[in-house]
């Protein structure tokens, strides 16, 4: 019942496109990655292992899904501060938050340091491998890809809006609905966003917007107070706004560089 009346929600809908648009951009560099490794295959088996190795990665972020969203229940204060000029409460759930925008500010930064330094990090295809090594190189790769996509789902998703079982199958749907997408146009959704940078741009400075307002949220949750002035929260709808905002105004200037 929570499930439905959740996707009776505008905001909902809203949460899910985004949501769906950045796990499709994060995911490119997984798709880069599976074209480099499956080239290592004879070519009849080159689709079976980009495909399970897109299951494997939907597979990867489901569970840290969870994993993570049942550790951000452990809400009860472990550190508390009361002093004149500063109060905080620290619980597990600010905690998780903190260092998952941290992570995500530091993953951002040093990709887009790493796009403009324009550095070859492609891997050797000169050997043949296994179709189960390269499936197991892929699952382990894959591990790491699914960080940033849960916290950047976590950060979008607010669970006192939407209530626990309502966020969950909406962050849920849009990595299923990316993943999916992403196995059925896994060429031409490399070659767009590899042929339209400003793209994958636009998706990493939304990593940095998102890893700031998961600290800001962590202080929010610790109900931080320094001099009298408590931190609050920023809501989700300005996340949003500034998401598709971007986005209107970058598919305008690609429409419009094509007519010249």
């Known amino acids: 019942m929570e499930i439905i009346e959740t996707f009776l929600m505008p905001s909902a809908w809203i949460a899910l496109l985004t949501l769906s648009f950045l796990e499709i951009v994060l995911g490119v560099d997984n798709i880069v990655f599976l074209s480099i490794v499956s080239a290592k295959l004879p070519e009849e088996e080159q689709p079976k292992a980009r495909i399970g190795g897109l299951a494997l990665a939907m597979l990867f972020r489901i569970a840290l899904l969870f994993a993570i969203s049942l550790l951000m229940k452990l809400t009860k204060p472990i550190i508390s501060f009361n002093m004149d000029w500063f109060d905080a409460s620290i619980s597990g759930q600010s905690i998780i938050i903190f260092f998952g925008g941290l992570f995500l500010l530091y993953k951002s930064v040093t990709e887009i340091h790493h796009k403009l330094e324009h550095k070859d990090d492609s891997v050797k295809t000169g050997s043949r491998k296994s179709f189960w090594g390269v499936i197991f190189l892929i699952g382990a790769i894959d591990i790491v890809f699914s960080f940033d996509s849960v916290l950047t789902a976590v950060g979008l998703v607010s669970f ?73 929260e920023i809501p989700k709808g300005y996340i949003y706004f500034a998401i598709v905002f971007s986005l209107l105004v970058e598919f305008l200037n690609m429409k419009l560089a094509k007519k010249k």
Not at 163 to 184: E, K, N, R
Not at 192 to 219: C, D, K, R, W, Y
């Open 160 to 232: 006192n809006e939407f209530g626990y079982a309502g966020a969950m199958t909406i962050m849920v749907t849009a990595v299923v609905l990316a993943v999916l997408v992403m196995m059925l146009f896994s060429g031409p959704v490399s070659k767009f966003v590899n042929t339209h940078p400003t793209i994958q741009m636009l998706g990493l400075s939304f990593l940095i917007l998102i890893g700031l307002m998961l600290i800001i949220e962590a202080a929010h949750l610790s109900h931080l107070s320094v001099f009298g002035t408590t931190v609050n």
